[in-house]
């Protein structure tokens, strides 16, 4: 394996970590005062402005036109959405089972393909299929104490994001990255903060609130994004997206350590089982569908 592969496997690693400290950061930062749509105008108004002064001045070329207006749209209301949902989610659901709902996302963009590209139904994509509807059914294990809102949430964060991807593979196809990734978190940030406006800004009350704020725009946001195009370039969307799914398993270690959940068995098979699923569809993109 070179140099340049293993580079690249570091840098989606270094994504897949920064994003599953995310919801660990989002925990610390409410116990400071602040909440969802607080923190996500933060998240997305900060990074978006960073990114922009990094367009400018490597003379990047922004997207015009029609593709200018589907990424406003995915931002706008795919990733506002599934921000919102997932962010939310985390208020009242433990981070680990929130990291291991939104993994449902390769699954349902399957049946999405599958409904509507008109994409062939392998046997590989059936068993991807049973073991993910089975993981959930386990990780959810519901009782008369479970918070069935933060689960319902926590799925239409998976469903949401699983309808983003969707179009966004069409909308993402002779776009560059980087600033494309700049006008979808500019659109979401734009929402946010028509939000803030009407309920109001609730701010970190503590140094620590904001530094944990600051993670989520910096490391959760930024390097997340620019390590994930990185590596990308380097060993490929399937190997990318295998990599990608150890970002539950570090979002469930790090609950574990830093906020003393605990994941039953069950639902710890639960999540196994939805992580597989989506790692048998990412070794099935490199056959025909």
């Given at each position: 394996?070179?140099k340049?592969?293993?580079y ?12 599953g ?11 400071s005062g ?19 002064i ?19 749209l995915?931002g706008?209301v795919?990733?506002?959405?599934q ?7 985390l ?8 990291a291991i709902?939104l ?11 599958m ?8 046997k ?20 008369f ?8 949430l926590?799925l ?24 494309a ?11 946010y ?6 309920q109001?800004?609730h ?23 620019v ?18 799914t ?14 003393d959940?605990?994941l ?9 089982l ?16």
């Amino acid at each position: 394996m070179n140099k340049e592969r293993l580079y690249g496997i570091f840098l989606i690693c270094i994504s897949a970590a920064s994003f599953g400290a995310m919801p660990i950061f989002a925990k610390l930062a409410y116990q400071s005062g602040t909440n969802p749509v607080s923190i996500l105008f933060l998240r997305f108004g900060i990074a978006a402005l960073i990114m922009h002064i990094y367009i400018g001045l490597s003379r990047m070329s922004y997207p015009r036109g029609a593709s200018l207006f589907y990424l406003f749209l995915m931002g706008a209301v795919g990733y506002m959405g599934q921000s919102f949902c997932y962010f939310t989610a985390l208020t009242k659901i433990p981070a680990g089972l929130v990291a291991i709902l939104l993994y449902l996302y390769p699954a349902l963009v399957t049946i999405w393909c599958m409904l509507f590209l008109k994409e062939t139904i392998t046997k590989l994509k059936v068993i991807a299929l049973v073991l993910a509807l089975t993981g959930t059914s386990l990780v959810i294990e519901i009782q008369f104490s479970t918070n069935i809102m933060g689960i319902l949430l926590g799925l239409g964060s998976a469903l949401i994001y699983s309808v983003y991807i969707v179009a966004g593979s069409k909308v993402m196809r002779n776009i560059e990255a980087f600033p494309a990734s700049a006008v979808i978190i500019t659109s979401a940030g734009l929402v946010y903060a028509g939000l803030v406006s009407f309920q109001g800004l609730h701010l970190p009350r503590t140094s620590f609130g904001w530094v944990m704020t600051l993670a989520i725009a910096v490391i959760s946001t930024l390097v997340a994004i620019v390590t994930f195009f990185a590596g990308l370039k380097r060993i490929g969307a399937v190997n990318a997206s295998m990599i990608s799914t150890l970002e539950p398993p570090v979002t469930v270690a790090l609950a574990i350590f830093f906020l003393d959940e605990r994941l039953t068995l069950i639902k710890l098979l639960g999540g196994l089982l939805i992580i597989g699923a989506a790692v048998l569809l990412a070794k099935n993109e490199k056959a025909p569908a």
